[in-house]
């Protein structure tokens, strides 16, 4: 399934806010359903997890390599993707193995330190980094972790 990638929207068809009823309507059954510690729920599809909070509302979509998705018309996967997306976003940051681009909604892994088998980005919903905003820190290019 394509996503269309809307920075704090969600991933059209998937909108933030959706239950996990909805979701299923949207995707099918997901290949494996799980409860964290904390109450909260996942449900995971072979390339995309979805999380949802405490009131059954999803709240971020992880979106692995194999992912077919665009965010302005962009792969975040191809090999200039993850490049043109800190360009357009002009203020990435880095933190808890991120980078952070908080003007587009993204968080990406894997794809700044070169480790493959990390590689993914990660869809929020506007303040979930909010908590966390004081161990970001400024990134550039050219830095590593």
Same mark, same amino acid.
């Given at each position: 399934?394509?996503?269309? @990638?809307? %920075?704090?929207?969600?991933?059209?068809?998937?909108?933030?806010?959706?239950?996990?009823? *909805?979701?299923? $309507?949207? #995707? &099918?059954?997901?290949?494996?359903?799980?409860?964290?510690?904390?109450?909260?729920?996942?449900?995971?599809?072979?390339?995309?997890?979805?999380?949802?909070?405490?009131?059954?509302?999803?709240?971020?979509?992880?979106?692995?390599?194999?992912?077919?998705?665009?965010?302005?018309? @962009?792969? %975040?996967?191809?090999?200039?993707?993850?490049?043109?997306?800190?360009?357009?976003?002009? *203020?990435?940051? $880095?933190? #808890? &193995?991120?980078?952070?681009?908080?003007?587009?909604?993204?968080?990406?892994?894997?794809?700044?330190?070169?480790?493959?088998?990390?590689?993914?980005?990660?869809?929020?919903?506007?303040?979930?980094?909010?908590?966390?905003?004081?161990?970001?820190?400024?990134?550039?290019?050219?830095?590593?972790?």
């Amino acid at each position: 399934m394509h996503l269309e @990638i809307h %920075p704090y929207e969600g991933a059209l068809p998937l909108m933030f806010g959706m239950s996990e009823l *909805e979701v299923i $309507e949207v #995707l &099918g059954p997901a290949k494996n359903c799980s409860t964290n510690r904390l109450g909260k729920r996942m449900l995971a599809y072979d390339d995309y997890k979805l999380g949802f909070d405490l009131k059954d509302r999803l709240v971020h979509i992880a979106c692995l390599p194999s992912a077919d998705t665009l965010i302005r018309g @962009i792969d %975040p996967f191809s090999e200039s993707g993850f490049e043109r997306l800190v360009e357009l976003d002009g *203020e990435p940051l $880095e933190g #808890l &193995g991120f980078v952070v681009l908080l003007n587009l909604g993204i968080a990406f892994g894997g794809f700044h330190d070169g480790d493959e088998s990390q590689k993914g980005l990660v869809i929020f919903e506007r303040g979930a980094y909010d908590s966390v905003a004081e161990h970001l820190k400024p990134w550039r290019p050219d830095a590593t972790l």
